[in-house]
Structures are given as structure tokens and as C-alpha cells.
């Protein structure tokens, strides 16, 4: 039985603040979360995408705040509009991330984009940890994700920026499960391979989204399968539920095996001739 067709609502009550829910993997998550029983507030820089996504719900168990995650007092209003309008906060879903420049040598990398990468997925990041700590060590409980990627477990490409970035995230996480398990609060990271989101498509410049899942099934160890944005919600919703009341630390990898192999030495051996 899957989560979202589960009579069981997972998160009754849990109050979830999610950056960068307006679109993309967080708007999926969001969607879920609102499903099983959470009260959440998206906190984005997409206002249109995030006040429709809002109407199109109809319930007052979602909310849109305008949120640019690095920029501090934005990240802690939207911490604090969650409490005023909810009393607490129990999920803090750190989701808001960026691409940046791909496929471009370390000696033509800006300066520029590289700021900008780790401002947005480390900095933010930082800056949404900051604020819900200070809200959940009180409670003596609390779930704070990130939403890293399988770019913190291996390197292909070039896109320097965004691998730092996330394997930042995975380590800022670890750091945080030590400190801040001693008040009760769970920190994990969630690191899955490639989902056809619209950023990623513009990102590697696909205009055939069937092309591209082709090219990732093809290399992919796990046959039969595809992963969706659905899957990657999914691992949220266990993360952040009372199902992983004793998981801390974890950077759950979503990948189908994927980071288990060494493709350039499969690719190599399938060059060989059989005799």
C-alpha cells in the first residue's frame, strides 16, 4: 500500500515548514504532507506558484509565505508566521536548492555562480536549521531534512558548485544530529538520483523528458522502475513521521543501487568482446 492511498494519516498535527514547496519536489512534498494530516507553510520566492498551489488545496492546512533563503530575516519570519499561526513547529524541511552552472571546467567557473549555488543550497540551508533549532530545543523535539542529492556520494559531470554544495548539506546535517539530538530533535538528509523536475530539465537543457529517462534507465542498476518525484515525497513523509522516531544522521539515499557501482568500469567491460 502506498503512502498516499494509506488510510493512515502519518502526520496528524505535525506543523511542516517546506522551502522551495511552490514547485518542483517540494510542491509534491507539500501535496503529501497536506494529505496525511499536516499543517504546512510553503516558504518560496515563486509567490504565484506558491498562492495557487495554495487556492488549488482549499484548506487551511496550507499556507504560502514569501521566503528567499538567504536572506535571514526572511527565513526567520517564516519560521515565526508557522508558530503564530499553528502554535509550533514540529518539520522543518530545508527543500529550497539550485543547479547552477553545469558542465563547465573548475579554470571557467564564475565566481559568481559558485557564490550563488552555495548561497542558496548551504547558506539557506544553515539559515532554516538556525531558526527551527531555536523553536524545536524549547519543545525538547523536532524534525529538521535537507534535501541533498546523489552528487554528495559520487562525482559525475562537471558542476562544481552544486556537488560542494551538497555534500555541505550532508555534512552540516551530520553536525546538527550530534548537537541537537540531545534535545530530542531528528536531522536527516534525503539524496536522490535523478528526477525529471522542470529545473533539472533546464538545467542539462533536455527538451525530451522520455529521452532523458531513457538515458537513466540505461544506466541504471535497479531495473523496471523509474524514480519519480513521488518516491522522493515518500521518503520525506517516513523521514518526518513518527515511523523514524530513532533514524538521525541518515542521508537516505534514493538511487536504485546506482551509487553502489563503478559505471566507468561497467562501461569499460561491456567494450570487451566475448569469446
Not at 136 to 164: D, E, Q, R, W
Request: charge should be neutral; include cysteine.
Amino acid at each position: 500500500m502506498s503512502a498516499e492511498t494509506s488510510g493512515t494519516k502519518r502526520l496528524d498535527g505535525k506543523v511542516t515548514l517546506i522551502t522551495g514547496g511552490a514547485s518542483g519536489l517540494g510542491e509534491i512534498t507539500a501535496r503529501l504532507f497536506v494529505k496525511h494530516g499536516a499543517k504546512v507553510v510553503i516558504g518560496d520566492i515563486q509567490d504565484k506558484l506558491g498562492h495557487s498551489l495554495c487556492q488549488e488545496l482549499g484548506t487551511e492546512n496550507i499556507s504560502y509565505v514569501h521566503c528567499d533563503v538567504t536572506c535571514e530575516s526572511d527565513v526567520e519570519n517564516a519560521v515565526k508566521l508557522a508558530v503564530s499561526k499553528h502554535g509550533k513547529l514540529d518539520i522543518m524541511f530545508n527543500n529550497a536548492g539550485i543547479m547552477g552552472e553545469n558542465e563547465v571546467k573548475v579554470s571557467e567557473t564564475s565566481l559568481k555562480d559558485f557564490k550563488t549555488v552555495l548561497d542558496v543550497n548551504v547558506l539557506g540551508a544553515f539559515l532554516g536549521a538556525k531558526h527551527a533549532a531555536r523553536v524545536m530545543v524549547p519543545a525538547k523535539k523536532g524534525c529538521i531534512l535537507f534535501t541533498a542529492s546523489l552528487a554528495s556520494k559520487i562525482c559525475y559531470g562537471n558542476s562544481h558548485s552544486y556537488k560542494s554544495s551538497k555534500v555541505a548539506v550532508v555534512g552540516l546535517a551530520k553536525s546538527l544530529s550530534v548537537e541537537l539530538g540531545e534535545h530530542g530533535i531528528r536531522v536527516n538528509c534525503i539524496s536522490p538520483h535523478a528526477i525529471f523536475t522542470p529545473m533539472f530539465q533546464k538545467t542539462l537543457r533536455l527538451q525530451d523528458k522520455k529521452k532523458g529517462e531513457e538515458m537513466v534507465s540505461a544506466s541504471a542498476v535497479l531495473k523496471g522502475t523509474l524514480l519519480e518525484p513521488e518516491d522522493f515525497a515518500n521518503a520525506a513523509l517516513y523521514l518526518a513521521s513518527d515511523e523514524a522516531k530513532f533514524v538521525s544522521g541518515v542521508n537516505l539515499t534514493i538511487d536504485g543501487g546506482y551509487s553502489l557501482t563503478n559505471q566507468s568500469w561497467k562501461t569499460g567491460l561491456s567494450m570487451i568482446p566475448m569469446v
